[in-house]
């Protein structure tokens, strides 16, 4: 007995040893509030992911985002999209993640809102003046009509006029800020850098009194034309919110899809700001898209790409006769395969069919699919997710996990 006891606190002692310490953590004062501790974790998952900041923090604009984008799948995109754009100014070997501090939800609210008509402006101006004069509060017409005319949208005469709705689209849905900070030797963090996602429309639904929804397209032109307008604005207000005056800003224009699309919409240019700087001076060209398998799109644009996966749905049908179809998306950078996703929606009658399959489609990936682009396939019935195979670029064997 006295051996077994020996054997079981040896056991114990050993695997406490090898177990990460979380003393190993960072703790660190946040310089905005100094009485709260904040946690660097040790561990970075990779290379290319930020450590982020403990306890999580949610953007002081949480939830704006669902309520603004149409789609949802652009929901995810945009978040994802941004970060991964920053990475060129802000190294995540270097630089922690937190997500958007200074831009409280009601400041993003009422950017999104339309400016106020010369008319309305002027009426909503004598009214704030009265109630001032009335409190015997001091009046500053000028910072009342800045207060006051917040909206980035264009303005509009006649909000139930479907002429003027169509000529006077709303192009802005949504502002999406993101931080990332520095650890100074005082053991506190700063922030650093700043990334700004401007989310445009590219079709405007709207409706009247009289009818609707309507629909009203917006060119890639004018959207940019637009975008340029609104990220000048953003960026002059950033540079008066206290703690962001000399901030280095990375802002990026994103283009949605439209409400029904299967594949989210993409990032169409960006910029980056220098420290100090209140100004843009260039823009650079972004060229990436999201593509749906199999499409028409797909064959015109992607021909090969098309033919490949054709050639996987065709041979994955042949032995799985209640096999229902492949949806795949494409994320393609400089018209470059960069990720390929594939969902295979199937039912199966038990786990050994489940890993039949699993094991039959691993086969046909490693024998069709080259391995210069991530791929990932999830296999699901209608219950839950069966089973995940996945590919980093470069590697030659994929994982395989079977969920139980």
Not at 73 to 90: A, C, N, P, Q, T
Not at 340 to 361: C, H, N, R, W
């Amino acid at each position: 007995m006295k051996k077994i006891l020996f054997l079981l606190i040896s056991i114990l002692l050993f695997v406490t040893s090898c177990a990460p310490k979380i003393n190993d953590d960072e703790v660190l004062q946040n310089e905005k509030s100094k009485e709260e501790a904040s946690i660097v974790p040790s561990y970075q998952l990779s290379k290319n992911n930020y450590r982020m900041i403990l306890p999580y923090r949610p953007s002081e604009a949480r939830g704006v985002i669902v309520n603004q984008l149409a789609n949802r799948v652009d929901i995810d995109s945009m978040e994802e999209g941004l970060r991964r754009h920053s990475k060129e100014y802000f190294d995540p070997e270097k630089y922690y993640f937190e997500e958007g501090q200074y831009l409280k939800k009601d400041v993003v609210y009422n950017w999104l809102e339309r400016k106020l008509t010369k008319e309305e402006l002027e009426k909503a101006v004598k009214k704030e003046i009265a109630r001032l004069k009335k409190a015997e509060m001091t009046v500053n017409e000028e910072r009342i009509r800045e207060k006051l005319q917040l909206g980035l949208n264009p303005a509009i005469a006649d909000e139930e006029n479907k002429e003027l709705q169509e000529k006077y689209p709303k192009y802005l849905s949504h502002i999406l800020e993101q931080n990332f900070l520095e650890k100074k030797e005082d053991n506190t963090v700063q922030i650093v850098g700043l990334s700004l996602g401007i989310s445009m429309k590219s079709v405007y639904r709207f409706s009247t009194e009289t009818g609707g929804p309507y629909y009203k397209d917006i060119s890639k032109k004018k959207m940019l034309e637009e975008a340029n307008k609104i990220a000048k604005t953003v960026l002059e207000r950033v540079r008066k919110t206290e703690g962001l005056e000399k901030v280095p800003v990375m802002i990026a224009i994103y283009r949605e899809a439209s409400q029904d699309s299967p594949v989210p919409g993409n990032f169409v240019a960006k910029t980056y700001v220098e420290k100090g700087h209140n100004s843009i001076d260039k823009w650079e060209s972004i060229q990436e898209e999201h593509i749906l398998f199999p499409s028409n799109k797909a064959n015109e644009a992607y021909f090969d790409d098309a033919q490949l996966i054709k050639s996987f749905t065709d041979q994955i049908s042949k032995y799985f006769p209640n096999y229902v179809g492949v949806i795949g998306e494409g994320f393609y950078i400089n018209k470059e395969l960069r990720k390929l996703t594939i969902d295979i929606p199937i039912e199966f009658y038990g786990k050994a069919e489940v890993i039949g399959f699993t094991q039959y489609t691993y086969g046909v990936v490693k024998e069709l699919f080259p391995d210069h682009y991530e791929l990932e396939i999830n296999v699901t019935s209608s219950a839950q997710q069966e089973s995940l195979i996945y590919r980093q670029p470069g590697e030659k064997n994929p994982v395989v996990h079977i969920f139980h």
